[in-house]
DNA sequence: CAGTGGTCTAGACCACTCC
DNA sequence: GAGTGGTCTAGACCACTGC
């Protein structure tokens, strides 16, 4: 009986604002975990309750809190393990700088860049970045990174992020190799997927003048847009690479 | 009974080839289904049987079967709709051809490549060509195409494909515009995946003349590794692209 | 050993599609 | 109305982890 109150209540609830589409339980049971995650309350590294126990906290059955979880592992934003338990992803800083970084050798094997030079710099917006991130978006943060791959510098990034989202962003510096593991741990913002445009551009006088490359060489310009688990786009980075040596690689499905 | 008489058997089976852990039954159900997907004893567009038919045949309950059928939804191989049915994804020469055509004009919107000129070639397999495909491989079909795209000639695509595979392929031109509809439904020859490396290079002598492009203007070659169901490399596809007026998009998750 | 997730079953009810 | 997939439940058993 409870159950089905718990039922109707949430198809009122969200038909309410959904053109009466009740969304399923255990996307609703889904959609909490990550209200957690995103204020906090679940951080990181944190163990979740067992199926059974979560179930019973939002009045389904496991099944239905099971399939809930199954969605938010595939989704990567939980990590399960038969006999452990449930917790929250946790990207180290090692395997998440990887995890968004493409960049791979002639046999396909990841290579480890080396941070090389970084700035960081707080400015106005450009029209361009409040159109991304919101017309109230006045200030930001731009960090621009140079790094070595096998001892040439070969990448350039120029990374955008809110001030409104991370705050005193200065005071943090050195800022570590991996950004989205730091946005993470240090401010609470998970980044969940990143759109990217690839272009094919030549080599200006900056480049020629911070990299290992000539003016006019071809270099790959990726301009990316980091969504995080609130579907915000919360950082614009542009990145340069002499793919000489490596090559941009990824699978689609 | 009987299915606790099923379940020893698979586990015999599989562990037998398999260092005893045996895969679970919505797995083996998959496999038997993509298995027969392959054999050519189900055609895209052939509606599967029901959940609970599926499961009487193979000797599993409904749920089960429905989780297999699940995780083929999930990889595209099948499709999915309530109150219709289950049929073999039909992969339409225009949806397809998006499938896998990553370039996206500045609003980020698909644009629609016309086939300009297209050359079919039966050649003998270079070196590469057959550590791609196995060194028994030893003549092959290159297909070369120009494309254009608003006008603009800025596409050039070579295709090569083992004469293995597909038999008397110089006998079908022209060909359709989208090979991999084409690969699937004359061939019996599903492509499941595509992994891709991306360089910035420079405009040669040959794409000048072919392409609306001059001599060393940057341009991005795509090289790519199609795997169809069966874990096999089909095709090896190099295109290059002029990134004037478009992008090459992808999502990281 | 207790507790966790992984698999599998059986059955209920609902929403959608098509005849 | 018959048949399909979508959701949800309840309960069983197994495999893995860690104390």
Redo the contacts with the bound molecule.
């Keep these: 009986m409870d159950?089905i109150l718990?039922?109707d209540f949430?198809y009122v609830y969200v038909a309410s604002m959904n053109e009466m589409?009740?969304?399923?339980?255990?996307?609703?049971?889904g959609e909490d975990i990550i209200a957690r995650i995103v204020s906090g309350d679940l951080k990181p590294g944190v163990?979740?309750?067992?199926?059974?126990?979560?179930?019973a906290e939002m009045?389904?059955?496991?099944?239905?809190?099971?399939?809930?979880?199954?969605e938010l592992?595939r989704r990567g934003i939980v990590e399960?393990?038969?006999?452990?338990?449930?917790v929250v992803a946790t990207t180290t800083p090692d395997s998440d700088h990887f995890h968004f970084f493409r960049l791979r050798d002639a046999k396909g094997s990841e290579v480890t860049p080396v941070l090389e030079v970084e700035t960081v710099e707080k400015r106005r917006s450009t029209a361009a970045e409040r159109e991304a991130f919101g017309e109230d978006v006045r200030q930001v943060y731009a960090i621009d990174r140079l790094r070595s791959i096998n001892g040439k510098r070969i990448v350039r990034e120029s990374s955008v992020i809110p001030v409104t989202l991370f705050a005193a962003l200065e005071t943090r510096a050195p800022l570590p190799n991996a950004l989205y593991a730091f946005y993470q741990q240090a401010y609470g913002i998970a980044i969940q997927r990143a759109d990217e445009r690839l272009r094919a551009v030549s080599a200006d006088a900056a480049d020629a003048a911070a990299m290992d490359v000539e003016t006019g060489d071809p270099m790959i310009e990726v301009t990316r847009r980091a969504i995080d688990l609130s579907e915000r786009v919360v950082e614009i980075r542009c990145s340069r690479y002499v793919t000489d040596d490596l090559a941009y690689a990824v699978t689609l499905r």
């Design positions: 159950k718990v039922q949430l589409t009740p969304l399923p339980l255990w996307q609703r049971v163990m979740l309750p067992s199926e059974t126990d979560l179930g009045g389904v059955s496991q099944g239905t809190a099971r399939r809930a979880l199954a592992e399960r393990r038969q006999g452990r338990g449930t």
